[in-house]
């Protein structure tokens, strides 16, 4: 989402301007029922094939990996055996940024010619959480929120899935 549609939005929301722009890298894993979260290194983000490769060496019963570049965007990754999902909250995302250009090829979606970039819409897997409790129908609806921005989806899908308030402590005590 480009942080230039709304002006002032930021001091609205549940974050502070100092917040504006950071990255962050989770990963998510349930074990035994418990969710576990931790702070991926900065090259988990460098590219779609590190995160993934990150997210491999992961325990647990479902791995997830969130990533946030620059409130702009956002990444979530579920590994399902061998197989990966993956949701990209926003296709305009390609025209800056390489890895949501990276998350496009590999679902083989074509870049937004210059005529898309006025629509904000996701790419991917819509049903990622739909077996976690987060339906398919209710996560489009969070995603075409367009004055949300890409950290505050991801907090807001964290709460569905039950992790929340450990998401948010998590990623403000590593991003400052």
Do not use: N
């Not at 995302?93 to 496009?104: F, G, P, T, V």
């Amino acid at each position: 989402m480009s942080s230039d549609r709304r002006p002032g939005a930021r001091e609205a929301s549940s974050g502070s301007e100092d917040d504006a722009g950071r990255d962050f890298a989770v990963v998510c894993y349930r074990e035994e029922g418990r969710w576990e979260l931790g702070l991926l290194p900065e090259r988990a983000s460098s590219s779609l094939e590190s995160l993934i490769s990150v997210l491999r060496q992961q325990p647990g019963e479902v791995t997830v990996g969130l990533v946030d570049i620059a409130d702009d965007f956002f990444i979530a990754v579920r590994l399902s055996g061998e197989g990966v999902r993956l949701l990209l909250s926003d296709v305009t995302a390609a025209d800056e940024w390489a890895l949501a250009r990276e998350a496009l090829e590999w679902l083989g979606v074509p870049e937004p010619t210059d005529e898309d970039l006025d629509d904000v819409v996701p790419a991917g897997d819509l049903a990622l959480f739909s077996d976690l409790g987060l339906p398919e129908i209710e996560l489009g609806l969070m995603l075409s929120d367009i004055d949300a921005y890409a950290d505050e989806m991801l907090f807001s899908i964290a709460r569905r899935l039950g992790f929340g308030d450990d998401l948010e402590r998590l990623v403000d005590a590593g991003v400052h």
